[in-house]
């Protein structure tokens, strides 16, 4: 079992920037990958961002492509997305989730474990 915890949603005028971060705990994942994605409600749930845990590869959606930064601390057990330039649409719940296999997907049904959610708001 992988617990996963958010932090740093918030509001933020449009062009500023947040830092949300994702402390996990409990199994290894060390093989795995960690991702980012959002939700607004009554929509599906939206790939953002992830991270290959053992190489850092990373992939983003294109959405935020250019804005969004991800990257992660191995002793923290910690990974982080940076948003800059943030615009009213990135205004969305947003989950860190865990898959078990090494290869980078953009489905939210390859993750296994999620966190709880944090918020992000973006006003114009």
């Known amino acids: 079992q992988v617990e996963l915890k958010e932090s740093g949603g918030g509001q933020v005028q449009a062009g500023g920037s947040l830092t949300l971060s994702c402390t996990a705990s409990g199994r290894t994942f060390s093989g795995g990958t960690m991702g980012w994605f959002r939700q607004v409600p009554g929509k599906e749930r939206e790939f953002v961002a992830v991270i290959r845990w053992a190489s850092g590869n990373t992939d983003y959606a294109d959405s935020v492509k250019g804005r969004f930064t991800i990257s992660r601390d191995r002793y923290k057990n910690t990974v982080s997305l940076q948003m800059n330039s943030l615009k009213p649409e990135d205004t969305a719940d947003y989950y860190c989730?865990?898959?078990?296999?090494?290869?980078?997907?953009?489905?939210?049904?390859?993750?296994?474990?999620w966190g709880q959610g944090t918020q992000v708001t973006v006003s114009s």
């Open positions: 989730a865990v898959a078990l296999r090494a290869s980078i997907s953009s489905n939210p049904t390859a993750y296994r474990y």
